[in-house]
């Protein structure tokens, strides 16, 4: 009963590195997400996944981008990481909306992300 | 995007009942009203969630009046536990699965 599953769990980085967060899930949800929290903040969405396939930019895209491998794995990866960029990485799914009365939206465990 | 207006932060006493509102002016019709709880340093987590009136669980109640501009989540004789932040979330009516977390409202409950 694993549900979304991120590693690394903790990762520090020197700037201009690049680095990938894997994520999985095991609740044959369609949507895929990938959060960001800066200390003391809210989330803000970087990219995600509405089904496989298909990929979007959130609110906070630039630097990052993703891959969706398959249904169950959504990759976040940062090309050359720069200091603004160290938060904490939360990666969750959902099933579509449409295919039941509401929506929740499950998280792993987060990504502590820091970059010297 | 979706946009989602809470109060920064509230503070209660341990026994007392505490209400959040959350401001939503462009609620799609379709759209469902969801409330999530986060503890430091775990991920948020699925408290309650609703369409309209009034939806009851064994932690929560969530209020939502017929406009569905805005959302009340009530938390009855609040606990010590309960201190967290709390964010309200819509649906993106521009874009189906683009869920937007507010800032969230920063609970501190006191002995």
């Known amino acids: 009963n694993a549900g979304v599953t991120q590693t690394p769990k903790f990762q520090v980085l020197k700037t201009g590195q690049s680095m990938t967060l894997q994520c999985a899930q095991d609740?044959?949800?369609?949507?895929m997400y990938w959060y960001r929290q800066d200390p003391g903040m809210g989330l803000r969405l970087i990219y995600y996944?509405?089904?496989?396939?298909?990929?979007d930019k959130g609110e906070v895209p630039n630097g990052y981008n993703v891959s969706r491998l398959n249904k169950r794995e959504f990759s976040l990866r940062l090309e050359s990481a720069a200091p603004s960029q160290t938060s904490v990485y939360f990666c969750?799914?959902?099933?579509?909306?449409?295919?039941?009365?509401?929506?929740?939206?499950?998280f792993g465990e987060g990504s502590w992300l820091t970059v010297v | 995007l979706a946009k989602t207006t809470q109060p920064i932060s509230m503070d209660s006493y341990e026994g007392q009942e505490v209400n959040i509102t959350c401001s939503h002016n462009?609620?799609?019709?379709?759209?469902?009203i969801t409330w999530y709880q986060q503890f430091p340093s775990q991920g948020p987590r699925f408290i309650i969630q609703?369409?309209?009136t009034k939806v009851t669980n064994e932690v929560a109640s969530l209020f939502i009046p017929a406009d569905r501009k805005s959302s009340t989540l009530s938390l009855p004789r609040v606990s010590l536990s309960d201190t967290a932040v709390y964010y309200c979330?819509?649906?993106?009516?521009?874009?189906?699965?683009?869920?937007?977390f507010g800032t969230g409202t920063r609970l501190k409950v006191l002995a």
């Open positions: 969750a799914s959902s099933e579509p909306r449409w295919r039941a009365s509401g929506n929740t939206i499950y």
């Open positions: 609740m044959n949800h369609n949507s």
């Open positions: 996944s509405a089904s496989e396939g298909t990929t």
């Open positions: 462009n609620i799609a019709t379709n759209d469902y």
């Open positions: 609703g369409y309209k």
């Open positions: 979330l819509v649906g993106d009516p521009g874009v189906t699965y683009k869920y937007i």
